[in-house]
C-alpha cells in the first residue's frame, strides 16, 4: 500500500518570497506521483506530475517538484508566491500498473499575506 | 463544457434520514470517483468505478452506496446518515490510458448531519 506525507500543515509566507511544500511517500512498488491545489470552496485541479523521465516536473502557475526516489520525496516549489496562490496543496500518489487510485495527503494550506 | 457537475452544494439531513448525492461528467470519462474531504484528513476513497456497469470499494466505504447509472452519472446515496457522514463531497472522473492519471473533480457537496 502506498502513504504520503505532508508534515506541514500550514505554510505561511510573503508575497513574492520563495516556497517548498514538502511530500514524502512511502511504497514498495513504483509510482507515479501528483500536486493538486484546492482554492477556497472550490474542487481540486491538477498542478503537476510526474509519471517517468526527468526528475523536475513544471507545473501550471510558475510552480515545480522534483521527484528523489533515494529520499521517496516530492518537494513542490515557486521561486516567487502572489497573494492568489494562497490555498490548500495535496500531494497524492498511485500506483503505475493496474487501475490506478490515488492515495492523497493530509494538505499543506498556504497563506501568502502581503 | 461543464465538466464535472455535482448536485447539491450543500444539504443538512438529521440522524436516520436518506439523501442521494447526484455527479455528472460531459468529458467522455470511463473512471468516476467518490471522495470526502473532513479536516487535517486530505481526501480519502469512498467508491469508485473504473468504468460503466462496475464499481468497487475505497477506503471508507461503510454506511454508503453507489450506482453508476450510464458513462456519465455516478450517484452516491447514503441509507441512513450518521453526524460522523458530516463532510464535503468531491466526486471525480478519469479517462483511461496514461491520461487517466489526471482527475478532474466537480466542486463538490457540503453535507452536515445533525
Known amino acids: 500500500a502506498q502513504s504520503v506525507t505532508q508534515l506541514d500543515s500550514q505554510v505561511p509566507v510573503f508575497e513574492e518570497a520563495p516556497v517548498e511544500l514538502r511530500c514524502n511517500y512511502s511504497s514498495s512498488v513504483s509510482v507515479y506521483l501528483f500536486w493538486y491545489v484546492q482554492y477556497p470552496n472550490q474542487g481540486l485541479q491538477l498542478l503537476l506530475k510526474y509519471l517517468s523521465g526527468s526528475t523536475l516536473v513544471k507545473g501550471i502557475n510558475g510552480f515545480e517538484a522534483e521527484f528523489n526516489k533515494s529520499q521517496t520525496s516530492f518537494h513542490l516549489r515557486k521561486p516567487s508566491v502572489h497573494i492568489s496562490d494562497t490555498a490548500e496543496y495535496f500531494c497524492a500518489v498511485s500506483t503505475n500498473t493496474g487501475f490506478q487510485k490515488l492515495v492523497f495527503g493530509t494538505g499543506t494550506r498556504l497563506l501568502v499575506s502581503p | 463544457n461543464a465538466g464535472v457537475t455535482q448536485t447539491p452544494k450543500f444539504q443538512v439531513l438529521k440522524t436516520g434520514q436518506s439523501m442521494t448525492l447526484q455527479c455528472a461528467q460531459d468529458m467522455n470519462h470511463n473512471s468516476m470517483y467518490w471522495y470526502r474531504q473532513d479536516p487535517g484528513m486530505g481526501l480519502r476513497l469512498i467508491y469508485y468505478s473504473a468504468s460503466e456497469g462496475t464499481t468497487d470499494k475505497g477506503e471508507v466505504p461503510n454506511g454508503y452506496n453507489v450506482s453508476r447509472l450510464n458513462k456519465r452519472e455516478f450517484s452516491l446515496r447514503l441509507e441512513s446518515a450518521a453526524p460522523s457522514q458530516t463532510s464535503v463531497y468531491f466526486c471525480?472522473?478519469?479517462?483511461?490510458?496514461?491520461?487517466?492519471?489526471?482527475?478532474?473533480f466537480g466542486p463538490g457537496t457540503r453535507l452536515t448531519v445533525t
Open positions: 471525480a472522473s478519469s479517462s483511461t490510458g496514461e491520461a487517466s492519471y489526471e482527475q478532474y
